[in-house]
């Protein structure tokens, strides 16, 4: 799609406000005065550059600003997007993801990224409560809400109980149906440990995110009905479009 190129907006050089600045607090007032909706694409940085009659330097100012005050988002490979309203994504004893996103009338979706057979480092051992070492099937997961990036999960099950999950993921991308299919019907939620953090190169990659814009992490552990470990987590959600609420 070509985007059609916007009349000039003068700019008030030597005024004593800095030329990015001026674009941001212009920006800003398109948003605010409805000219752009929640989730829209802005125009590029090409198309900006024109509008305002600057270099594209001056313009990725502007974008960095009303980013870090969360006016708009910025997806790696795919441009800033002005930003909508932020997810509550509840976790309680029973949260399944799919669930939470329908509850909030968004679509859930689920993307397998990788499957792989590793042993458990001292980090995973703890987690699933079994010696370091021992086999474990590591599954990265991508769960999207309206096709948008939500939490990069990185779940770990023990072998060879779970063995038969990486042909189930390998046809569909629930975890609760795969376990399920293993013969675990219900789990829940032990425990959770929260921390914020900088995303690496891949998070970001991944969550379409920024790497200067933070991730939330979470390590969790989900338990059988007996109280034995089924699956340790480490999932990284994009702070900017969720918040999460913790439910007893």
């Keep these: 799609m070509v985007e059609t190129l916007m009349t000039k907006d003068a700019l008030a050089r030597g005024a004593g406000v800095a030329l990015w600045r001026q674009i941001a607090l212009a920006l800003e007032a398109d948003i605010a005065g409805g000219k752009r909706q929640p989730g829209e694409r802005l125009p590029t940085e090409a198309v900006l550059t ?3 009659a600057v270099n594209r330097h001056t313009v990725r100012r502007a974008l ?31 949260t399944r993801f799919s669930e939470t996103i329908r509850r909030q009338n968004r679509e859930a979706a689920g993307r397998v990224l990788q499957i792989s057979e590793i042993a458990a480092d001292a980090q995973v051992a703890a987690g699933l409560r079994i010696r370091r070492g021992r086999p474990v ?11 948008r990036p939500l939490v990069l999960g990185l779940h770990h099950f023990p072998l060879p109980r779970f063995a038969a999950l990486a042909d189930s993921l390998a046809r569909q991308s629930s975890i609760s149906i795969g376990l399920a299919e293993c013969g675990v019907a219900d789990y829940r939620r032990h425990s959770t440990r929260i921390t914020a953090r900088l995303p690496s190169p891949e998070e970001a990659k991944h969550l379409l995110q920024s790497r200067s814009r933070p991730v939330i992490v979470a390590e969790a552990l989900n338990t059988d009905p007996a109280g034995t470990p ?19």
């Design 137 to 147: 099937l590591r599954v990265a997961r991508l769960g999207l809400a309206n096709a």
């Design 230 to 248: 089924v699956d340790w987590t480490l999932s990284c959600y994009a702070a900017a479009r969720v918040q999460l609420v913790m439910e007893s």
């Design 50 to 52: 024109e509008r305002f």
């Design 64 to 94: 960095e600003e009303l980013e870090a005050r969360g006016i708009i988002r910025v997806e790696q490979g795919r441009g800033a997007f002005v930003a909508e309203d932020v997810l509550d994504y509840p976790l309680g004893p029973r």
